[in-house]
């Protein structure tokens, strides 16, 4: 039988640039948004105390409901094994009976109260295959649970920079509502000494309100992204710090999916269930075959009269009305179903890493080409700006121009975003976004101690006291 056992920073955005912060925050209507705007502001200038991408994994691996329910499912699991040890052993009841006989002649009441035991003394390894099965599910469930956690971890990791990239998103959405606000008071200014057109002010007037749109859109992708975060850890961000370096990753696509292909929960957990489903038809097979068990009674009537009877019983079905052939037909085709699953799985793992290896690529070169998009249109912008002091540019180019370096400086936030989450979705892809893997200096959780205390279906008063210990340790009882 098988044992169970545990198996560059990058360089500050061109949004902050010319910006007060304190006074972003102070201008912002909602105090969240306030807050995460001043939490930008400390970003970039390096804060202390600020809330680091390890302690929102820390957090959503402790509040984490998810996991908690599917631990409790595991340990639903461990139960099972319980449940088939114990059919190995004696089964002891009492009972207690009355009959009544009447005839013509006296009626009469007799009444007996006794004990009888029965255990299982050889069914050509029904119950050694029942307790193999139970234990190579609680093998899956673990592996479930460790599907789960990565699920839950990388949420966080979504959560954390969609929230960065938010504060960014409305700090530059922020700057852009005050330098037009700025042109649109020198175009009005130009307007009142007859220099420019009502087109002009009509033109920055439309520009100024599509960037406030712009803001308010942005806050409320904030306000969206704080919600987010708080259901992946449990709490509200506060000041965020800089991501922090990237993490090891292979060097190739066919090294990272080698070890997907190892150790992705998906892939251990089919292939635990494939051996389940080889087990079941063991099973199936074994039903057919009879069981012998050895029985005893011990028993008093009402007259005082002790029985005692000591037998062993063999017995076979014979005709089932075809439930046995049926069951082992349905357990044949869910082995074959289970194989299937099991190639499948790692067709979804290597895709998945596949996916994962090319958003890094991806991100990697819109970060590039979106660099240069800005120094380039920050060139534009300043030479447009000056030309139309100059009267050869019009106020329609100089907006135009500030709203290309607006859109260059969003598209690089958000690919630098992609970056981030694009390496933990590779760890996750394989098989490696665990809080044990990635030190995340937390209490990781033992499925084993649970196991070990109940999975010799523990009776005895000492093996309880060891179970609630268990229990208590895991904040359960």
Request: hydrophobic share 45%; proline share 3%; net charge neutral.
């Amino acid at each position: 039988m098988t044992e169970l056992s545990a198996p560059k920073r990058r360089p500050g955005t061109e949004a902050g640039k010319g910006v007060d912060m304190r006074a972003l925050c102070s201008l912002s209507p909602r105090r969240f948004v306030a807050a995460g705007i001043c939490a930008f502001g400390l970003i970039v200038s390096g804060a202390a105390k600020a809330e680091t991408l390890g302690d929102a994994l820390v957090a959503a691996y402790r509040n984490s409901n998810i996991i908690e329910q599917n631990r409790a499912v595991l340990r639903a699991s461990d139960e099972d094994v319980a449940g088939a040890v114990a059919t190995l052993r004696p089964v002891l009841r009492w009972v207690a009976s009355a009959q009544l006989s009447d005839s013509t002649l006296n009626r009469n009441l007799t009444t007996s109260l006794g004990l009888q035991a029965e255990v299982i003394l050889f069914d050509f390894g029904r119950s050694d295959l029942a307790v193999e099965i139970a234990k190579q599910s609680v093998l899956a469930t673990r592996q479930a649970l460790v599907g789960v956690e990565q699920d839950v971890l990388l949420s966080a990791v979504q959560a954390y920079f969609s929230v960065r990239s938010a504060i960014e998103n409305v700090a530059i959405n922020q700057n852009s509502v005050r330098v037009l606000a700025e042109t649109l008071r020198a175009t009005q200014d130009k307007f009142d000494v007859g220099e420019v057109t009502r087109t002009d002010v009509a033109q920055a007037e439309a520009r100024l309100a599509g960037a406030r749109a712009s803001l308010a859109a942005a806050e409320g992708d904030l306000a969206s992204a704080r919600e987010a975060y708080r259901a992946a850890t449990g709490g509200y961000p506060g000041l965020l710090a800089s991501a922090p370096p990237a993490p090891a990753l292979p060097r190739i696509l066919a090294e990272a999916q080698s070890i997907a292909q190892r150790t992705h929960p998906d892939v251990r957990q089919a292939q635990f269930q494939a051996r389940v489903a080889d087990l079941q038809v063991d099973l199936a097979a074994a039903e057919r075959m009879p069981d012998v068990r050895g029985t005893a009674a011990l028993s008093r009537n009402s007259d005082g009269a002790d029985t005692s009877r000591l037998g062993i019983e063999l017995r076979q079905t014979i005709f089932a009305g075809g439930a046995l052939s049926a069951a082992h037909r349905k357990a044949i085709a869910g082995r074959d179903a289970a194989r299937s699953a099991l190639l499948q799985a790692g067709v979804f793992v290597t895709q998945g890493v596949g996916d994962a290896w090319a958003a890094i690529e991806v991100a990697r070169a819109q970060i590039v080409a979106t660099e240069r998009e800005i120094e380039a249109a920050t060139i534009a912008y300043d030479g447009v700006s000056e030309e139309a002091k100059l009267g050869a540019r019009t106020t329609l180019d100089v907006l135009d121009a500030e709203q290309a370096l607006l859109d260059a400086r969003a598209r690089r936030i958000t690919a630098e975003a992609n970056l981030q989450i694009a390496f933990y979705q590779l760890l996750s892809s394989m098989g490696l976004l665990t809080a044990e893997r990635l030190s995340l200096g937390v209490p990781i959780y033992d499925p084993e101690a649970y196991y070990n205390a109940v999975k010799n279906a523990p009776v005895t008063s000492v093996q309880g006291k060891s179970l609630d210990r268990v229990l208590k340790a895991i904040g359960k009882n």
